[in-house]
């Protein structure tokens, strides 16, 4: 991208900016891990009093150093699992994190993943009792390997939002995502009822 994917606009607000309002009051702790160019993206964005910063000196090696900077953090803290956030996949909403968290309770499930139309998107929430494989994946492989372990304790929540598909990894993505976003915020504020 050439800049900062977590400074980029979603709207009003900044992806982390987004992400971190849609999952502030949703999930505890908030953990918001941070890597290249740290402190002017804290310095930046404006996150929920709520959200704790954490540092990812290790960036460098991939998503799954910063998973594993949160799980140390939530050592010794009682939750049920993680939610894996991307700061790419931005378009996420409060009820797609609480379709995941309703899906993981009321399930056997070690894993929630959403899914539009069959395909597979984000975030991605993990149970508590795979902690301990998620700290000893292989780096390279990231998160994705304790997927594959477990595909038979997968629950699969299908979403009526395509957002959970939209990842920014090029300008072209961005752009898309800027006319989709733009899109969906206007046929929200239009008034229900009939229309002439």
């Known amino acids: 991208m050439g800049r900062d994917k977590a400074l980029l606009r979603l709207g009003e607000r900044t992806f982390l ?9 949703e999930v505890d702790p908030l953990l918001v891990v941070l890597g290249h160019h740290a402190s002017e993206i804290s310095r930046q964005a404006r996150l929920p009093r709520a ?7 290790d960036y460098h090696l991939g998503q799954l150093s910063s998973l594993h900077v949160a799980l140390r953090q ?6 049920q ?4 956030c991307l700061v790419d996949h931005p378009a996420v909403t409060k009820q797609v994190v609480r379709a995941l968290k309703n899906s993981l309770l009321q399930s056997k499930a070690l894993i929630a993943i959403p899914t539009w139309r069959g395909r597979r998107g984000h975030p991605v929430l993990f149970s508590h009792r795979l902690f301990q494989e998620l700290l000893e994946a ?11 372990k477990h595909t038979e304790e997968v629950a699969l929540v299908e979403i009526e939002e395509e957002g959970i ?3 920014v990894d090029r300008l072209e993505d961005y752009a898309a995502l800027q006319s989709r976003w733009t899109s969906l915020s206007r046929a929200a504020s239009e008034p229900s009822g009939e229309r002439s």
Do not use: K, Y
């Open 17 to 25: 900016e987004h992400l971190a309002a849609t999952l502030d009051g």
């Open 165 to 167: 598909l939209w990842d």
């Open 138 to 148: 292989p780096m390279e492989q990231g998160a994705r390997a304790i997927v594959h």
């Open 74 to 79: 939530l050592a010794g803290r009682s939750v």
């Open 81 to 84: 699992g993680v939610l894996v």
């Open 51 to 57: 959200a704790e910063i954490l540092r990812n000196p």
